[in-house]
């Protein structure tokens, strides 16, 4: 028996210094970035900045490929069906990583078992806005009355059911105790330009993508749901300060891999991405598109990452909130 261990432990050797290698000489070829939606969405654009400076970090090409479809579903089960090497990787939002789970009880991927967390890499507080041509309301108290009124029919835009600003807005429903319509739309984009035109009176988005209407006087902001005021829109208050306690709701980012990666493997990736997310030029470019640098550790995003889960499974449920 102990003859046949130390054989064992003599053939296993070699693959256990392959391996090592293989993790220490990350990365020696092309590794492909899957974004589980289309371009020039926030999961996108991030995935290529960071990609952009690991490319030129390290001499290899760092590729991302769009895969969308079922809120990010095709593209993380094209990742979990993928080696835990370090040449697949996956950029994704909060819906890929924690709204799907909440909310789509027949989901066929686990993003907690099936897919190695790596961090969370931005966050960005929501802004909630109405079209100032229909919604006389100056602050929360009094879009409050303005929802309250007798016969009173509104509307609210998001960017598709399962969505962050979709759930941020079932959650001040049930907070509020208010009957608001919910309007669906195909992306952010189209969601914008609803409420813009007043097509939907209210909705909660990215800061980043309300700024510019904000700025141009075609949105009215009456809160934003970050822990304290942003230097972008100071003369806004925060949902505490507006008369709504405990309604801090960021939008957030993360990167992953295929389940059984490595931990030396993880780490180096992690220490990439990190100076990638770090670095003067992209951090600043960030922060000017409404972004917050997380940059967690492995263990911080998954902990954070079950927080999440569990607390919009309670919104889920107590609202009995249900999409096809």
């Not at 391996?19 to 290529?48: E, L």
Request: aromatic letters at 6%; charged letters at 15%; a positive charge.
């Amino acid at each position: 028996m102990h003859r046949r261990a130390l054989l064992g432990g003599a053939l296993a050797a070699p693959a256990l210094v392959a391996a090592a290698r293989a993790q220490s000489d990350w990365p020696s070829r092309n590794v492909t970035i899957i974004v589980p939606f289309a371009t020039g969405g926030p999961s996108d654009i991030i995935g290529r900045l960071t990609a952009q400076h690991m490319q030129q970090a390290f001499g290899r090409p760092f590729v991302v490929e769009n895969r969308p479809g079922a809120t990010g579903g095709i593209g993380a089960r094209h990742v979990i069906r993928s080696a835990p090497d370090g040449y697949t990787l996956m950029h994704a939002p909060i819906s890929t990583w924690a709204i799907n789970v909440a909310l789509r009880p027949n989901l066929d991927y686990d993003p907690v078992r099936q897919l190695t967390r790596i961090m969370q890499t931005v966050r960005t507080p929501n802004v909630l806005v109405v079209h100032p041509a229909s919604v006389p309301a100056t602050d929360l108290a009094g879009l409050l009355a303005w929802l309250r009124a007798p016969g009173r029919q509104a509307s609210y835009s998001t960017s598709g059911a399962g969505s962050s600003d979709h759930l941020t807005m079932e959650m001040f429903k049930l907070r509020t105790g208010t009957d608001i319509t919910h309007i669906p739309y195909s992306g952010g984009g189209p969601a914008m330009t609803s409420a813009v035109a007043g097509t939907t009176q209210l909705t909660f988005q990215n800061l980043g993508a309300v700024l510019p209407h904000i700025q141009a006087g075609r949105l009215r902001p009456l809160m934003i749901t970050s822990e304290a005021r942003v230097p972008m829109l100071p003369d806004v208050p925060t949902a505490a300060e507006a008369g709504l306690g405990d309604f801090v709701v960021y939008s957030w980012q993360a990167y992953g891999g295929p389940p059984g990666m490595a931990e030396p493997l993880v780490e180096r990736i992690h220490a990439a991405l990190t100076a990638a997310l770090r670095s003067p030029g992209i951090e600043t470019r960030l922060v000017e598109l409404g972004f917050d640098v997380v940059a967690s550790r492995p263990a911080e995003f998954a902990a954070f990452q079950e927080r999440e889960i569990a607390r919009w499974r309670e919104v889920v449920q107590r609202g009995g909130i249900t999409v096809d």
